[in-house]
């Protein structure tokens, strides 16, 4: 019998943007067909639903009621309002490198010369000639249909390599800033590729010059980080109210490699953080924490996987979710501990701490282990403030509010605190302060 996949309005207007897009898109070499491969699988499926076991909790088919054409190249107003939005989203003594409605903007970025360094923007390294940059820019998996979208319709982004041996001077900070006029998409990729026995910091911001803004922005990031060398990685999700935020990572990790992220969700409607991780290396240890600040009527998923392929690896998962009125967070996370992957230690722990009734926390920590000698765990709790330690605060005069907030700060701390840089961790800090400040 044959079956035919009903596509929704949705899915056939995304279908619909991609041939309307499709000569402004660079596509030189095997790029065209690359995109139209990934288009076919996104075809394939459509925007994933609640019947997909990942996206069980996120629905985008009911979460995303409409589809956004692609965001057009940024004129000078949009320009401009980046660049007034980038003073408040600027971080002091870091390299930005900025993206406005999914486009390299040279001149809000600092791309100077640094030995060991080289950047570019995405758009040139589709347009070039080199068929092994395009191959892997384009070697992610089309299995998740928001990954295939995304590399069907991505515009730009920045090509970041560092040499053996480098070591940067300051992080750098990839800045995304949605300054059009419309509402509008925005699809974007960019590629770290980070050599053996080197060290780099990495910023990632998601912004809206107006607070009002409604758009949608689709990103992923590729990393690759070589033997004995160390990344570490912060995310700032602080999207407009109305903002649709759909991010993705691969990471692959060298023998000996040391890879610490950290992502901070405070913005937008609808935000999901996807990431893979794999071990390629003995000896190679990854930290990945993150907090979930939300209120209203917000939804943030956070959906992580965790490849232990090869021996003598380490990882921890440290997550942290904060929820207020009728907000709703995510996060599902799978280790997997492959046959030869013995002597494997992974641990994973979940909480969330809920602020009202109409909360709700989904939490899905998953095992999968094919080995026998190793060292693995998960957790998950979820609860309300701990009305002894409210009390107590409460008695020595503290308003409710101010109290409620020393209480959050402590819970939050543990997944801040893996932050190495000090002024990064202090900027999430601050985030998480504006956050208690915005609670009605």
């Not at 995405?122 to 000639?129: C, K, T, V, W």
């Not at 419309?182 to 912004?207: C, D, H, P, Q």
């Not at 989904?362 to 609860?383: M, Q, R, W, Y």
Request: proline share 3%; aromatic share 4%; hydrophobic share 45%.
């Amino acid at each position: 019998m044959n079956v035919a996949l009903a596509k929704t309005d949705t899915g056939r207007a995304l279908s619909d943007a991609f041939a309307a897009a499709r000569e402004r898109l660079p596509a030189a070499g095997r790029v065209a067909d690359l995109r139209q491969q990934a288009l076919d699988a996104y075809e394939r499926t459509g925007l994933p639903h609640r019947r997909i076991e990942d996206w069980k909790y996120t629905d985008l088919r009911v979460l995303i009621r409409e589809v956004l054409p692609l965001a057009p190249a940024p004129d000078a107003a949009a320009l401009k309002r980046a660049e007034a939005a980038l003073k408040a989203a600027a971080i002091e003594g870091t390299r930005r490198l900025v993206l406005v409605d999914g486009a390299f903007a040279p001149d809000l970025s600092d791309i100077d010369a640094e030995k060991g360094l080289s950047i570019r923007p995405l758009r040139e390294a589709l347009d070039g000639g080199d068929s092994a940059l395009q191959v892997q820019l384009f070697a992610l998996d089309n299995a998740n249909p928001m990954v295939a979208l995304n590399s069907a319709m991505l515009t730009d982004g920045v090509v970041i390599e560092i040499a053996d041996g480098a070591v940067l001077s300051q992080p750098l900070h990839i800045v995304h800033i949605a300054a059009g006029a419309a509402a509008s998409s925005i699809f974007t990729r960019s590629l770290l590729r980070l050599g053996k026995n080197a060290a780099a910091t990495l910023v990632e911001s998601y912004v809206a010059a107006d607070a009002a803004m409604k758009y949608q922005a689709h990103d992923s990031l590729v990393i690759a980080i070589g033997d004995n060398s160390r990344l570490d990685h912060v995310r700032l999700v602080e999207d407009a109210a109305e903002a649709v935020n759909i991010s993705s990572s691969v990471v692959s990790l060298g023998a000996h490699a040391h890879f610490n992220t950290f992502g901070l969700t405070s913005g937008a409607a609808v935000s999901r953080y996807q990431a893979t991780i794999a071990f390629a290396g003995e000896n190679s240890r990854v930290e990945t924490n993150g907090v979930n600040l939300l209120k209203g009527r917000q939804h943030a998923d956070t959906t992580l996987l965790m490849d232990h392929a090869v021996p003598h690896c380490a990882s921890r998962e440290v997550f942290r979710a904060v929820l207020d009125d009728s907000a709703h967070s995510v996060f599902q996370g799978r280790i997997i501990v492959r046959p030869d992957a013995q002597k494997t230690d992974a641990k994973m722990m979940t909480r969330a701490l809920l602020l009202s009734d109409d909360a709700e926390a989904d939490n899905k920590p998953e095992l999968e282990i094919f080995a026998d000698d190793v060292t693995c765990g998960h957790g998950a709790t979820s609860g309300a403030l701990d009305d002894s330690l409210l009390f107590y605060l409460r008695a020595r005069g503290l308003p409710e509010k101010e109290a409620q907030a020393l209480l959050i700060q402590a819970f939050v701390g543990e997944a801040i605190e893996s932050i190495a840089n000090d002024a990064l961790r202090d900027l999430a800090t601050s985030a998480a302060e504006r956050w208690l400040r915005t609670r009605s």
